[in-house]
């Protein structure tokens, strides 16, 4: 795969969000800084529209804001540690960690059997402790890295 | 217990795995498998048929249609969509293992009050119920019947090639009869490589071991296809009895239901959930086997050995015009619908007839099986001849298939005519039905034999008079030919007619201009 899933400038930790819609906002930024995604302002509609159809927070305090959009380049993921947890309608709870999934459109198999290993990661509490505990944004990005192998 | 699930959601990357992996550990937290099939957008790999029979229940937690939901038809299943799988996998497999306990499939809890014999199988559909019992029927004798063949095969080929070697190693024509009088301590004892009496008796003996499985294991897998794993030892074990009591194939078809309907109604039983461990493993085989055991030595057996003898003696007394007609009658049925259940009827009953104990060399029985299984191969052999020999009466795609046909007929494979018959399909089975049966009628009148129930013309070492075996199949070939090609010849098909107008209008150009664009 030439392009890795995400990196360390793709990662915000200790993020200041208002809520659910504003730090999905912040992180589509990152995105879209790293050319990832080409238009903000139509990802995050794409993105609110999948979030209207079924809320996104996952047990554990978890946030998984998707979508497939014609707006992606790359297929990406943005990672957010949230300084206040934001509620993001799951019910135990709002989420602290947020993963931001940018699918192309028409995204290859390859890419969305990364996906699937990274949902299926995000059920297991030890990997999002990891995540939690890291220090910094190239050690999130080193773990997802390291632990979201398509299986 | 044992779970299957499918998993989606409407994008597809997201939830559908999120739930699959819940499932899985809550899975593995409560001891219970689980397998899900996620239908998510990066494709989905369908779970192993072996694992969806294997479950006890079946997870629903998707919130698009399921993709090919019929796999999982009549098993206990729960309905929660994807999100709560998610969020509450324990509970959606507690969920689960009470819609089990309830037994019964939730869409079918409806019908079910109305169908209250305790060892009735779950209807199958609530519209049809009777056609729904008859299919399952049907396919429960098939999956035994399917189990049963390739001990049929190895077993008769092997006791044939036994024969075959005696045929030559002994003096005269005593072979095969002398064959089967060595005692087998005589093999074990004393087996000398360069002897071909003794590799006559090891041969007949391994084919008899084979043969000695057959009712066993035909009734074995009924119950195993009616009652999955706890079916499997009443089953046998019913079949073991059969034999002994000379209760033959017929006792070992009863014993098949008898037994899987006892499991599956044990299998059933609401019990403490200290002894719902060992039910699977101990209580269901112990009284399942131990009420087919009473009822096939005290009750039921005596009567099935007394009707199997009938057949077994009314088959040895047909003799003459009787069983040229009773030929024609199978070769009929074999050409009807080419591989469909009458043919498959057809096909049983010359198997199972193997499967009598102590037939001579010249059985019936033996007899019955060459007449079928010449008759099976004359359909796709004559779609061939025809194919061949009248060209233009067929499509391109049809003459194609016409020459894989040569092949499937000859190794006695009666589907490769059904793609003639799918096209066309009453004057292919008209003449279809009329060559088999001639077939049928033929390989009777000229006494051919066969102790193996498959393998067409590869066979033919094994068949007794195979020159007349030959010459029955031939002759049906050339009849069925001739009747799909008078019968097609009266009304040609227009696809075959508008197919040869654009191969004329494509050959005519071609010749005098080409075209400048290559």
Redesign the interface.
């Known amino acids: 795969m030439s392009l890795p899933l995400t990196s360390a400038e793709l990662v915000g930790v200790d993020l200041a969000a208002a809520d659910r819609d504003d730090a999905t906002r912040q992180l589509i930024a990152l995105l879209a800084a790293a050319g990832r995604v080409t238009d903000a302002e139509g990802f995050h509609a794409d993105v609110r529209a999948?979030e209207a159809?079924?809320a996104?927070g996952?047990?554990g305090g978890v946030g998984?804001p998707?979508?497939?959009s014609e707006h992606v380049a790359a297929p990406s993921l943005a990672v957010g540690k949230l300084r206040e947890p934001v509620d993001w309608g799951?019910?135990?709870g709002p989420a602290r960690l947020v993963f931001l999934?940018a699918?192309p459109a028409g995204?290859d198999?390859d890419h969305?059997?990364i996906?699937?290993?990274l949902?299926?990661?995000?059920?297991?509490e030890s990997f999002r402790q990891s995540l939690l505990d890291a220090p910094d944004a190239a050690t999130v990005a080193e773990i997802v890295q390291r632990e979201v192998v398509p299986s | 217990m044992k779970f299957v699930a499918v998993s989606s959601c409407p994008t597809g990357i997201a939830h559908t795995y999120m739930a699959a992996e819940a499932l899985e550990q809550a899975g593995k937290a409560a001891g219970h498998e689980v397998h899900v099939e996620t239908q998510g957008a990066a494709g989905s790999t369908p779970l192993d048929p072996a694992i969806i029979a294997a479950a006890d229940g079946v997870i629903y937690a998707a919130d698009l249609e399921v993709q090919a939901k019929e796999r999982f038809a009549g098993k206990p299943s729960v309905d929660v969509g994807v999100k709560k799988a998610v969020h509450d996998p324990t509970g959606v497999l507690a969920q689960a293992v009470a819609a089990v306990e309830a037994g019964v499939p939730a869409e079918d809890a409806a019908a079910a009050g109305a169908v209250p014999s305790a060892g009735a199988p779950r209807p199958v559909t609530k519209v049809d119920a009777n056609a729904g019992a008859g299919t399952r029927i049907r396919q429960w004798l098939m999956t035994g019947v399917s189990y049963m063949i390739p001990f049929v095969a190895a077993g008769g080929i092997l006791i044939a090639l036994g024969f075959m070697v005696a045929q030559a190693a002994w003096p005269g024509n005593e072979g095969p009869v002398a064959v089967t009088a060595v005692p087998v301590e005589d093999l074990i004892t004393s087996f000398s490589i360069t002897s071909g009496q003794d590799w006559a008796v090891l041969l007949y003996q391994t084919g008899a071991a084979a043969f000695g499985f057959l009712v066993a294991v035909l009734s074995g897998f009924i119950a195993y296809a009616i009652a999955d794993r706890p079916g499997l030892v009443p089953g046998f074990v019913g079949g073991a009895i059969s034999v002994v009591i000379g209760a033959g194939f017929l006792g070992g078809l009863v014993t098949g239901f008898v037994g899987g309907f006892l499991a599956l109604w044990i299998s059933r039983w609401r019990v403490p959930k200290g002894v719902r461990g060992v039910m699977p493993v101990v209580v269901t085989p112990l009284l399942s086997s131990l009420i087919t055991g009473f009822l096939m030595f005290v009750v039921i057996g005596r009567p099935i050995a007394d009707v199997m003898d009938g057949l077994t003696n009314w088959l040895n007394g047909l003799s003459g015009s009787n069983l040229v007609l009773m030929g024609a009658l199978l070769g009929a049925m074999m050409g009807f619908d080419l591989g469909g259940p009458i043919n498959k009827v057809a096909y049983t009953f010359a198997v199972t007839g193997l499967a009598t104990e102590g037939l001579t060399g010249d059985a019936v029985q033996y007899r019955i099986m060459a007449a079928v299984m010449a008759a099976g191969m004359v359909a796709p052999l004559a779609m061939a001849l025809a194919t061949t020999v009248r060209k233009r009466l067929f499509t391109h795609a049809e003459r194609e298939n016409g020459k894989a046909a040569w092949l499937l007929g000859l190794s006695f494979i009666s589907e490769g005519a059904i793609p003639f018959a799918a096209a066309d399909p009453w004057r292919v089975i008209v003449s279809s039905v009329v060559g088999s049966s001639v077939t049928g009628a033929l390989t009777m009148a000229v006494g051919s034999g066969l102790r193996a129930p498959h393998g067409g013309i590869w066979v033919l070492p094994l068949i007794s008079n195979p020159l007349g075996f030959l010459l029955a199949v031939a002759v049906g070939t050339v009849v069925t030919a001739g009747v799909v090609v008078v019968l097609k010849g009266l009304r040609p098909s227009p696809l075959v007619q508008a197919e040869q107008e654009a191969d004329a209008v494509a050959a005519a150009p071609a010749a005098t201009t080409q075209p400048a664009v290559a």
């Open positions: 999948r159809q079924m996104t996952m047990p998984l998707h979508a497939r799951a019910p135990d999934i699918a995204g198999a969305l059997q996906l699937a290993a949902a299926r990661r995000l059920v297991h």
